[in-house]
């Protein structure tokens, strides 16, 4: 006989796994067909021992066990902040979500203090710049401190005027008075 | 059995924190969750402990079941987590993948529900040779097995509570009944050669 039923169809249908229509179609082959019987009795005895094994009644006290152990549950909060921590305790994705969103905002608190330091750094030494520029001098191109210095020599000193007045005839150390 | 509206109104009887509700619930799903364990485990003491275990859970945390229908496939699928759990702790221990250990050598007698001589089939060593075979199979075709055929659920019921597809748990129990019949005809064929009659 062609078209056997395939052996995991007949564990299904052994199962009652089936929908009507195929559940039918297989009965009347295994009717008609010795070989696909044989495997539905095959499978079917092994079934069956375990389907007739003895089911075990739980011990009596195991209720007295689970009884004691709800009796040491936790108690329900009372009050106006009930809705808040029960919903809390009951669901740990609600707590990793809270802890991402805390750390999220942690995160952004501290980039936020962050920038506004270093705005009020730059707004200062963009100040001090200012001050700077304001003590200088009008000429502030010109401008040469060590011309005006009251340790050298006037003649002598080689950068008065902005320029050196020496040649190179000696060093500019070889003409301070002492 | 009760009804699913029965099961709905002490759930939510249960919910509202009535312990008549909660011993209604132990009442109803015990005896299949016990058995359940007991066959995947193969110890009447790691059952108990996994029972009580499964109940605290499923009590406890009652209110987050917002469909009452699923108590039982919810109950099923929280014992079946405690058995995982409890492989791995067994694997990290003594690095066993779910062997044998704490298996019962005996059916215990004195708690049997239906004692009727002609139903009951066999002896005890047939008994224990069941539960020998259901320990060989590997977990993942243990469970189903023991849920669609020795506990008589749909597959669909079934594929709620492991998580996998109706189809892999079709091959899967199918692949278990292969693996069974297989050990059973060995032995069967053992026995009748040795002029037992296990029947």
């Not at chain 1, 009795?41 to 079934?47: F, K, R, Y």
């Not at chain 2, 704490?102 to 004195?110: F, I, L, N, V």
């Not at chain 2, 097995?145 to 129990?173: C, H, N, P, W």
Request: aromatic share 8%; proline share 4%.
């Amino acid at each position: 006989m062609k078209n056997h039923v395939s052996e995991d169809q007949i564990s299904a249908w052994l199962d009652r796994q089936l929908d009507s229509d195929v559940s039918l179609r297989i009965e009347k082959h295994l009717e008609c067909c010795p070989s696909c019987d044989r495997i539905r009795a095959e499978l079917a005895a092994a079934s069956n021992l375990f389907r007739e094994m003895e089911a075990l009644a739980p011990p009596a006290h195991l209720w007295t066990r689970i009884s004691a152990g709800l009796q040491q549950m936790e108690p329900e909060p009372v009050g106006w902040f009930a809705g808040l921590v029960v919903p809390f305790r009951q669901r740990s994705w609600l707590r990793a979500e809270i802890l991402a969103f805390a750390t999220v905002v942690i995160a952004c608190g501290f980039g936020v203090f962050r920038w506004s330091a270093m705005q009020t750094e730059r707004q200062q030494l963009a100040a001090i710049d200012r001050a700077y520029h304001s003590l200088l001098p009008q000429n502030a191109e010109s401008f040469n401190p060590f011309a005006t210095s009251p340790w050298f020599n006037t003649e002598s000193n080689p950068f008065a005027n902005g320029t050196s007045e020496t040649g190179g005839k000696s060093s500019p150390g070889s003409q301070v008075k002492r | 059995m009760k009804s699913d509206s029965d099961i709905r109104k002490l759930v939510q009887d249960a919910q509202a924190g009535n312990s008549e509700a909660f011993e209604g619930i132990y009442g109803t799903f015990a005896t299949r969750i016990y058995n359940f364990l007991y066959r995947l485990l193969g110890s009447r003491e790691e059952a108990e402990d996994l029972t009580q275990q499964t109940f605290l859970i499923a009590l406890k945390q009652l209110k987050t079941l917002r469909d009452p229908g699923q108590l039982e496939s919810w109950v099923y699928r929280i014992a079946r987590n405690e058995v995982y759990q409890k492989f791995r702790r067994r694997k990290l221990d003594s690095g066993e993948e779910d062997g044998a250990a704490g298996k019962d050598s005996a059916e215990p007698r004195e708690n049997r529900l239906h004692a009727n001589p002609e139903k009951v089939l066999l002896n005890v060593e047939l008994g224990q040779k069941l539960q020998a075979v259901l320990d060989g199979l590997p977990i993942k075709l243990r469970e189903v097995f023991i849920l669609a055929v020795v506990q008589e659920m749909s597959y669909r019921d079934i594929s709620a509570i492991v998580g996998r597809s109706l189809l892999s748990v079709k091959t899967d129990i199918y692949r278990a009944r292969l693996t069974a019949r297989a050990e059973l005809g060995k032995y069967l064929n053992l026995e009748q050669g040795a002029g037992i009659d296990s029947q």
